[in-house]
């Protein structure tokens, strides 16, 4: 099984083009499942990354007190009120891909309400409070699973520092023995699929070592799992896509201050510079 | 009948000059129907449709909870406390042009809010919730309906594939059976008047399909149909400077980026460079 | 008694310098009286034009709804919770200047507050719900009135179109009698002081003919009042520099696409141009 | 013991470099204890100097109307529900630096509050309302103290005038007595530091003075003080950078228009090209 590092040809290769007869229905809804009265911004952070990424639709799936903090930097979304007892079947046909857990504090509710995810047919991004010690039932929609280190130790019991020293084993056993694709982030992040094969991503520097880096990038997968037809492209190019608006930041502006909702800023630019270099 | 691709020079020719001895009165007082708590967003981007676009004064009728999301965004609007059983004879005197629909599930009372504004001596955009198959009273004032094809289809339960290919038919005959404009939004927007005349738009790329797209065309028409004389004039300006902007977004950005608050910004860019090629 | 047309010369002798060893306290703290649940961006809208012209500090008095909308748009403002029957004695000592009337309704205890604050001895400014028939105490502040032609016809119970062909008189003449400073809005604002001197304000144009422009001249007038140590300066230089707002607005914008919040960017960039002529 | 003035050499050879193998955890979590239903915005502007000057996390202790304000400018800080009498211990071992006072009246709680903070081994800011004539216990970890001369004179019982012409010997004199760092602020703002020496800070001017100001101070501070290993060069280095911001928007912009969220924007052209100095 091969590893390979992801490159700009391979995103110039592989991003969908956007134009000709389309409409939103195209680009498929999403829905995310983020944020909470304590931490609304994570949520509103993860709708900048999968709106900016190209999206059709978004409905935010949130507590209250997050809904008007979403609303105010991405009024294009959509909500429905947070009740994790509410039945997923309700919800599930209706998405094309769907991402959990930035600003979320797990609860039994919550665990159920993601057992439930799993039995729809959808792919599904889980990030944050949604990543926790666990086993993936059988499925043919793909799991994504987003830790940083300090995450992927508690979902394998093994110290960060083991893992910093091993991340492209770790990751790749993890994901062909739970089938699930992870992403395990920090510099030079790892994708690890569930065939053995992987992808290092070069992009991305220390001004994304920030709360809020992360929950960007969890919207911006939903985008592509969306917008994409092939997962391991969807999930390297928001990676690769995620880490070239911070290597493009630091070329402006001091490498401490990057705020993940300037990713509102540099994902039209970066884009921009990547669909010009598209040859499909 | 004649149909005409409309083009920077019908916009040149026919676009309202706003210099001299006038105030906010000139360009009348638009009443925004839209946002609802679950969807607080779409009124916010209506919104910024209409104030960009030149209305004098903006009043938004909506939900409590949809207020502060416009208010960030537009703090120039004012608002109505929504009450769709509030008798429309007490709002339709004070307005230049009614829009009704963004943001905003039906229901009985919104059904019968409807009806009562077409009592009023005022022109109508009914959009998004507002539209439904349904017949339209004989009116002076014009009725501007503005469907994507789903909606479309929806309204004259036709199968949107069937509308696909025959979009200037079916707007047409609608149009002209109706008595009223019809908008029929996606790639080349077909715009059909009563009298069986059209216009087909030649603006706009893939970067507008996206959720809110629609909304944000919704109050620049809000804001044409107070500002200019001519209906046609008022309808096909909105939707060429609507799609003008997208193709100006996607000079400078990606196409998958755009999102409809952008337009804030885009409005007033476009706008000049199409009112210095003004001759009126 | 002489009139004269303000110019940018004008401005650029009488503009405070902000330098050497100020700190806040040294250009004053303002009360604002603004805003109300159903209009509160009115009150962000005077709040941006307070600080960007460099008030000290500023306090606005307000409905709770409102102060959400004011904090997005200037977090540097802080609040004092509307109650009109608190008595005035308790805010009138912190205030160097007071501006009362954008975004509210009239009722009884508004005016008994209005009363009250004219027994304080601060520079009032009297705007929008706090124009109406009335006569003035005699005090040593001055009192400054700035009504549109619709507003200024309420005032003096004379007909819009008569006001429009007669402004520098009547306008002098109410100044004269009431011995208030009138700002007379519109095109060529007029000034005119108790004294029987005026002014004619040769900057702005169409783009301030949307609701809202107004608001924030209320609270540049209240930021001036404030640093400035001559009242007609203050009140002639507010007036200028609005305006030129709008004229380097349209150098580069659409004419119809102005918004009052974009004074917030504007603002500085005016300022910029008009200190460096400074010669004082 | 040595004075010095503080340079743009200094800050170059002791500003921390942002890069290689770094997490969030690299840069800490900060505890700002600001804001209130009616200051909310002091909160946010000390949010968005915590962010901006590279803070790792940054949670927010503050009462639940200050929220959204803090969330709609900084989306990436998440909150915890103020309660004074909450045990300090319960907070106290999560975070690398907590800032207490900006938007905060004082009461018996809030004292006990910040006593409470003392008997933990971090550094602690006291600004604003945290700022008062008080002893400090015996602890390794510094405190930091910054007042403005208005706020010092209420500290140590001596007239603003007498202050104004003793800066330096009066502020080392607390400094050493009471073994805290002392940020007299104000043009050329004195550090002192308890072994007897002392910075002066050369940049800086009148736009900032202005509320708010000093509260994006403070979230810069808590930032540095997370960040650098040298708590001397932490606090010069949040002060020279303060000023520095303001001297670059006077070369663009009119000086009494500046405002304290504009630092948003002023503080990542500042550190890069404080950054591309940089030697370490
Ligand atoms: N030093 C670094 N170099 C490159 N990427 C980083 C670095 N630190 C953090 N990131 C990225 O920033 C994000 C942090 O995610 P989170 O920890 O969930 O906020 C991930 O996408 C990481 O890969
Ligand atoms: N592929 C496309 N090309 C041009 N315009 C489009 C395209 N997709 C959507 N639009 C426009 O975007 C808006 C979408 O409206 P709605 O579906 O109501 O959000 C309409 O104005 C459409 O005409
Ligand atoms: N045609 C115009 N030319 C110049 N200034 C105008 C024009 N229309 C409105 N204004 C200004 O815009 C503001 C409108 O105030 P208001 O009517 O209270 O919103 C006032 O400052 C007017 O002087
Ligand atoms: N005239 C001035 N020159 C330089 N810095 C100033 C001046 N006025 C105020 N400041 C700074 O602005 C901030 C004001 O803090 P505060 O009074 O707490 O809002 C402090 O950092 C002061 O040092
Ligand atoms: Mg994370
Ligand atoms: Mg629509
Ligand atoms: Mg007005
Ligand atoms: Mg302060």
Same mark, same amino acid.
């Given at each position: =099984?091969?590893?390979?590092?992801?490159?700009?040809?391979?995103?110039?290769?592989?991003?969908?083009?956007?134009?000709?007869?389309?409409?939103?229905?195209?680009?498929?809804?999403?829905?995310?499942?983020?944020? =909470?009265?304590?931490?609304?911004?994570?949520?509103?952070?993860?709708?900048?990354?999968?709106?900016?990424?190209?999206?059709?639709?978004?409905?935010?799936?949130? !507590?209250?007190?997050?809904?008007?903090?979403?609303?105010?930097?991405?009024?294009?979304?959509?909500? %429905?009120?947070?009740?994790?007892?509410?039945?997923?079947?309700?919800?599930?046909?209706?998405?094309?891909?769907?991402?959990?857990?930035?600003?979320? !504090?797990?609860?039994?509710?919550?665990?159920?309400?993601?057992?439930?995810?799993?039995? !729809?047919?959808? $792919? *599904?991004?889980?990030?944050?409070?949604?990543?926790?010690?666990?086993?993936?039932?059988?499925?043919?929609?793909?799991?994504?699973?987003?830790?940083? $280190?300090? !995450?992927?130790?508690?979902?394998?019991?093994?110290?960060?520092?083991? %893992?910093?020293?091993?991340?492209?084993?770790?990751?790749?056993?993890?994901?062909?023995?739970?089938?699930?694709?992870?992403?395990?982030?920090?510099?030079?992040?790892? %994708?690890?699929?569930?065939?053995?094969?992987? %992808?290092?991503? $070069?992009?991305?520097?220390?001004?994304?070592?920030?709360?809020? =880096?992360?929950?960007?990038?969890?919207?911006?997968?939903?985008?592509?799992?969306?917008?994409?037809?092939?997962?391991?492209?969807? *999930?390297?190019?928001?990676?690769?896509?995620?880490?070239?608006?911070?290597?493009?930041?630091?070329?402006?502006?001091?490498?401490?201050?990057?705020?993940?909702?300037?990713? =509102?800023?540099?994902?039209?630019?970066?884009?921009?510079?990547?669909?010009?270099?598209?040859?499909?």
């Amino acid at each position: =099984s091969t590893w390979k590092v992801w490159t700009e040809e391979d995103v110039a290769r592989t991003l969908p083009k956007r134009d000709g007869n389309v409409h939103k229905g195209t680009y498929g809804t999403g829905l995310l499942v983020a944020g =909470s009265d304590d931490m609304p911004g994570s949520a509103a952070l993860a709708a900048i990354g999968a709106m900016r990424m190209g999206i059709g639709k978004l409905s935010v799936f949130t !507590e209250s007190g997050a809904k008007n903090v979403i609303a105010a930097l991405v009024p294009e979304a959509t909500y %429905i009120q947070r009740d994790f007892s509410k039945k997923i079947g309700d919800l599930g046909q209706k998405f094309a891909g769907i991402a959990i857990g930035p600003g979320i !504090e797990p609860n039994e509710a919550f665990e159920a309400f993601i057992a439930a995810a799993f039995q !729809e047919p959808l $792919p *599904v991004v889980l990030d944050a409070g949604a990543l926790s010690k666990r086993t993936y039932p059988k499925r043919t929609a793909p799991v994504i699973v987003t830790p940083h $280190p300090g !995450e992927f130790s508690r979902m394998i019991d093994i110290p960060s520092k083991t %893992i910093a020293a091993d991340r492209i084993r770790l990751a790749s056993a993890y994901a062909r023995e739970q089938g699930v694709v992870v992403v395990l982030k920090g510099q030079y992040t790892v %994708i690890a699929f569930p065939d053995g094969s992987g %992808i290092v991503n $070069p992009t991305g520097n220390g001004s994304l070592a920030k709360g809020g =880096s992360g929950d960007t990038l969890t919207g911006m997968l939903l985008a592509n799992i969306c917008t994409h037809d092939n997962i391991k492209e969807a *999930v390297a190019n928001a990676v690769y896509i995620h880490g070239a608006c911070a290597d493009l930041w630091i070329r402006e502006n001091g490498a401490a201050t990057l705020t993940a909702h300037d990713f =509102s800023q540099l994902l039209p630019r970066v884009m921009h510079k990547l669909e010009k270099l598209c040859v499909n």
